[in-house]
Structure formats: structure tokens, C-alpha cells
């Protein structure tokens, strides 16, 4: 947390230094003027500044803009530069990268807690996804992928809402019951079915735009995380990276086919699991959590490394 001291209101206020100090509140705001920066309706210093604000609890009454106006053109500039000043310590929510030979700011947030755990609708309440996507089956990570992508392409609001529909599902009825059962599989939503993902779609419809992006930037850090970073599993290191690096242009002889080199995509995977028959059918493969099917695809790899090197 970074500490200030603001003399004038006789106050000492600390303010978050990274994402993960952001309340849920104060996270939301960010979105929301974040989505304000990128339809042009702020600047990147009043997105700064806006956040500021909103970070220290502080507002501007009518009569603080009247005092205001009875300082000194030295007495603003004193005042302002120490404001501005503070924004430096909010570099942490924007990085810069090039693009087509131009430099661009993108939202600095590479975040997988789900900041957004339920939609409070007036048609419904939607529970959404475990952290990092721990508690999705197969079959919704691969239709929740699809839409993502073609949104990422596309930017059609379309598969946004779809997206989200995917994601966020209504409590199962009997969950209080099924709960305390042995055999319990952990999953507190309503069974996914890409049947009525167009119904839902149509009530997502409704939601904020920054709530839905919100959700779609989340759904992209997970997957990447999930790429690339370790994930602990019963207090053991796990890392799925290896299972999408692309193979060499030239392939070498016995090399492991990758989930990036399946020409068929998540689909061909999805046989080529079923196939082994480890979760059982098919459709079984399909409702089977995302996590297991890649920590077995995983143990498969390396059994076949460890033959490949004996």
C-alpha cells in the first residue's frame, strides 16, 4: 500500500500499489473509466486522476472548485503538481507497447482471481467460474474459447454476450444437497449446455459493456497463465506450458505432437482423449474439468519423454 498525508484535510490515507490491493469496488471503477479511456471520452492523465480520486476516497464538491477559484495562479500550480505528481504512483494500472510502429497503452492487468464471481440480474443470479478457471469443464473452455477468439477478431458484442453466457450460469437447484454427497463434483452452477447459450446470451445482453469486457479480459489471463505459468495442485508445482509449445519447423523424429500442432483444435483433442477412454465417453471427456484433462495429457507427455530418453 503506499501511505500519504494530505495536511489541508489533516489526513493520512493509504491507497493500493498493485491490482491485488484494488477492492472489488475500487476495481470495478478502474474498468469502468478504463472502458471511458478507450471510447476516447478521457484522456490518459484524467484516467489517472479519475482513479486517484476514487483510490483516496476523495470527491470535488461545488465548494472545494469555488475555493479553488479564490487560490493564487502559483497556489494552483503548487497544488495541482502535487496531485499529478501522485498519479506517477499509479503507472502500475497502464504499460506501453509498440504497435504497427506506434506506441500504444494497454491496460496493465494480467490478473486470474474472478473479480466478478456472480451477476446480480433482475432476471436471474449468475454464478461465475472458480479462480483461474479451476472449476470449468472441457466442453465450456472450449466454447467459451471460441467466442473469445472470434470477439478478440472481431469485436462483435454478439460473442461478448456469448461469452459471458458460457461463463455464468444459475446455481444448481439442489446444490445445498448435492453439496454434502461423497461424491460431490464440486461444481455449484447449473450443468453447462451449449443449447441454451443463445438464451442466456440474450440476457447478458443487458449487462454493463465494462462488466462483460471485464470478464473477457479475465477469461484471456487465465487461459494465458494456464499456458505458461506454474499452477499449484495439491501443493505441487504443475506447469502445462510444455503441452501448447509449437513443435520445429522441421519436426523431429518421435517429437510429441503439442495442443497448438492438432490441426483439428480442441475438437481433435477432445477425441483423441476419448479415445484412451481414461474419463470414459466422449460426452463424459467432454464434462470432464479442464484442469484434470490437462494435468493427464501432461502425464502422458512425459511418460513419453522419459521412453523417448531412456
Known amino acids: ?54 483510490l483516496l476516497g476523495l470527491t470535488r464538491s461545488p465548494f472545494q472548485n469555488w475555493k479553488d477559484k479564490r487560490l493564487t495562479k502559483e497556489q494552483l500550480e503548487n497544488k495541482f503538481a502535487n ?70 477478431l472481431d469485436q462483435k458484442h454478439a460473442d461478448l454476450d456469448h461469452l459471458v453466457a458460457v461463463l455464468y450460469r444459475p446455481v444448481r437447484a439442489n446444490y445445498d444437497e448435492l453439496k454434502l454427497k461423497p461424491d460431490f463434483d464440486g461444481q455449484n452452477r447449473e450443468p453447462f449446455n451449449p443449447y441454451i447459450t443463445d438464451h442466456y446470451a440474450e440476457l447478458i445482453k443487458t449487462l454493463p459493456f465494462w462488466m462483460k469486457y471485464t470478464i473477457y479480459v479475465w477469461f484471456g489471463n487465465c487461459d494465458k497463465f494456464l499456458k505458461e505459468e506454474d499452477l499449484e495442485l495439491d501443493g505441487k508445482p504443475l506447469s502445462f506450458s510444455q503441452l501448447f509449445k509449437k513443435s520445429l519447423a522441421e519436426p523431429v523424429d518421435g517429437e510429441v505432437e503439442t ?49 523417448k530418453t531412456a
Open 83 to 152: 496531485i499529478w505528481q501522485l498519479t506517477e504512483l499509479l503507472n502500475w494500472l497502464i504499460r506501453e507497447e509498440t504497435y504497427q510502429g506506434e506506441t500504444v497503452s494497454m491496460l496493465n492487468y494480467t490478473g486470474i482471481i474472478n473479480r466478478i464471481p456472480r451477476i446480480d440480474g433482475e432476471w436471474s443470479v449468475l454464478e461465475g467460474p472458480s479462480d483461474c478457471l479451476l472449476n470449468v469443464t472441457f466442453a465450456e473452455y472450449r466454447a467459451a474459447w471460441k467466442f473469445f477468439e472470434a470477439y478478440t
Open 259 to 307: 495442443l497448438d500442432d492438432n490441426d483439428l483444435g480442441l475438437t481433435g483433442l477432445l477425441y483423441m482423449v476419448a479415445e484412451s477412454k481414461l474419463f470414459g465417453t466422449i460426452a463424459e471427456t467432454d464434462r470432464t474439468n479442464y484442469i484434470d484433462l490437462l494435468t493427464a495429457l501432461l502425464y502422458w507427455k512425459q511418460q513419453t519423454d522419459k521412453i
Open 1 to 54: 500500500m503506499n501511505t500519504i498525508e494530505i495536511p489541508d484535510k489533516d489526513l493520512k490515507v493509504e491507497f493500493p500499489s498493485c491490482w491485488e490491493e484494488l477492492t472489488n469496488d475500487q476495481f470495478a471503477f478502474v474498468m469502468q473509466e478504463w472502458i471511458s479511456l478507450m471510447d476516447g471520452k478521457i484522456n490518459e492523465d484524467e484516467f489517472k486522476l479519475l482513479i486517484l480520486y476514487n
